[in-house]
T-cell receptor
Framework: DADVTQTPRNRITKTGKRIMLECSQT?????MYWYRQDPGLGLRLIYY???????NKGEISDGYSVSRQAQAKFSLSLESAIPNQTALYFC???????????FGSGTQLSVL | GQSLEQPSEVTAVEGAIVQINCTYQ??????LSWYQQHDGGAPTFLSY????GLEETGRFSSFLSRSDSYGYLLLQELQMKDSASYFC??????????FGTGTRLQVFP
């Protein structure tokens, strides 16, 4: 079983719809992250959280919100999706004792 | 603000050695990481340098010069399976990792 699980793997939605991407982990890590990947732009940090009561904005948080429901769960929401939010989204976790991110398999989101 | 620069594409043949450079401009630098991503896959961790010098892990090595704001990933004895994108990433402060735009490595027979 994957240590960091993202659902769904693929999603097609329409402009203006609300959508939630979910991430769960079994690694026991406190730190969780959401990244967005676009061709030629690398990975850009959207939001990150160091525990259930801690939420921080990343480089590109506008148009997104997050919820840390439990240590193991970190969800990303698009309140009103727009076409330029079409991208590959990755959730990741880390252990501060080890300088290493563990990524989920990604969610490919298409906004039409 | 922060910025990282790395070449967009590098090509090499099997068995060769290739070096992927990364220069960065950032505040609160803590360390430089490298990640590998195959097409359709998730990024996976390769190495982390917090101090100047060379770190070796099998066929892969990573180097950091903090005074030059520069690092590189060295891949030796290239194999076809090394064809992938490679990202450098800077740890800013104690909390977040900022990624470069990636270098696509193509290995030819």
């Amino acid at each position: 079983d994957a240590d960091v699980t993202q659902t769904p793997r693929n999603r097609i939605t329409k402009t203006g719809k609300r959508i939630m991407l979910e991430c769960s982990q079994t690694k026991g890590h406190d730190r969780m992250y959401w990244y967005r990947q676009d061709p030629g732009l690398g990975l850009r940090l959207i939001y990150y959280s160091f525990d259930v009561k801690d939420i921080n904005k990343g480089e590109i948080s506008d148009g997104y919100s997050v919820s840390r429901q439990a240590q193991a769960k970190f969800s990303l929401s698009l309140e009103s999706a727009i076409p330029n939010q079409t991208a590959l989204y990755f959730c990741a976790t880390s252990d501060p004792r080890v300088e290493k991110l563990f990524f989920g398999s990604g969610t490919q989101l298409s906004v039409l | 603000g922060q910025s990282l620069e790395q070449p967009s594409e590098v090509t090499a043949v099997e068995g060769a050695i290739v070096q992927i450079n990364c220069t960065y401009q950032t505040s609160g630098f803590y360390g430089l990481s490298w990640y590998q991503q195959h097409d359709g896959g998730a990024p996976t961790f390769l190495s982390y340098n917090a101090l100047d010098g060379l770190e070796e892990t099998g066929r892969f090595s990573s180097f950091l010069s903090r005074s030059d704001s520069y690092g590189y990933l060295l891949l030796q004895e290239l194999q076809m399976k090394d064809s992938a994108s490679y990202f450098c990433a800077v740890k800013e402060g104690t909390d977040k990792l900022i990624f470069g735009t990636g270098t696509r490595l193509q290995v030819f027979p």
